[in-house]
T-cell receptor
Framework: LAKTTQPISMDSYEGQEVNITCSHN???????ITWYQQFPSQGPRFIIQ???TKVTNEVASLFIPADRKSSTLSLPRVSLSDTAVYYC????????????FGKGTMLLVSP | DTGVSQNPRHKITKRGQNVTFRCDPI?????LYWYRQTLGQGPEFLTY????????KSRLLSDRFSAERPKGSFSTLEIQRTEQGDSAMYLC??????????FGEGSRLTVL
């Protein structure tokens, strides 16, 4: 299982771009990298998924370097409502695995 | 469309009682996961099913915990002889492929 490491917390202000990096040194060749957002008293919500290079959707961008040992979730122009915990999760392509979350990054966006 | 209903949303029980949580997927999904989450921690894997087969169970799960998915659709998670340390949010999730887990709103357990 690819263990992930993220900063425990980050602070930002409204309108800024936020980059959260996750380290996954022992990622396997067929593993995907996924990111989730979680608000208090709710289940995590899938944000974005990628395998290599860059992926962008309407919510965020995901940057993955060539060695794939880390990934960076980029949130453009954050708002107060982006205050949440963000988790990266490495998922085996075969799918038959325990999908193990780390402790996540608590992002606090201030006015 | 994917949706997951979990019941009950909140459960308060006394230590030593048994509790059961239910997870109802709106549509068919082969793979179903159960997680437990305590305050300040990420979701902790408990077990997962491929259809009705329970493929893996966390070593952290004591014998007091049991899960079933009898027809490959809904699933139940039972905790026997609850302890205060069992107080947590219990989350059910469906695997939609390409690493995407779709979570329900969770069932919060408080053991007094």
């Amino acid at each position: 299982l690819a263990k992930t490491t993220q900063p425990i917390s980050m602070d930002s202000y409204e309108g800024q771009e936020v980059n959260i990096t996750c380290s996954h040194n022992n990622i396997a060749t067929n593993d995907y990298i996924t990111w989730y957002q979680q608000f208090p008293s709710q289940g995590p919500r899938f944000i974005i998924q990628g395998y290599k290079t860059k992926v962008t959707n309407e919510v965020a961008s995901l940057f993955i370097p060539a060695d794939r040992k880390s990934s960076t979730l980029s949130l453009p122009r954050v708002s107060l409502s982006d205050t949440a915990v963000y988790y990266c999760l490495v998922v085996g392509n075969s799918g038959y695995s325990t999908l193990t979350f780390g402790k996540g990054t608590m992002l606090l966006v201030s006015p | 469309d994917t949706g997951v209903s979990q019941n009950p949303r909140h459960k308060i029980t006394k230590r030593g009682q048994n509790v059961t949580f239910r997870c109802d997927p709106i549509s068919e999904h082969n793979r179903l996961y159960w997680y437990r989450q305590t305050l300040g921690q990420g979701p902790e894997f408990l077990t997962y099913f491929q259809n009705e087969a329970q493929l893996e169970k966390s070593r952290l799960l004591s014998d007091r915990f049991s899960a079933e998915r009898p027809k490959g659709s809904f699933s139940t998670l039972e905790i026997q002889r609850t302890e205060q340390g069992d107080s947590a949010m219990y989350l059910c999730a469906l695997f939609r492929g390409a690493g995407e887990l779709f979570f329900g709103e969770g069932s919060r357990l408080t053991v007094l």
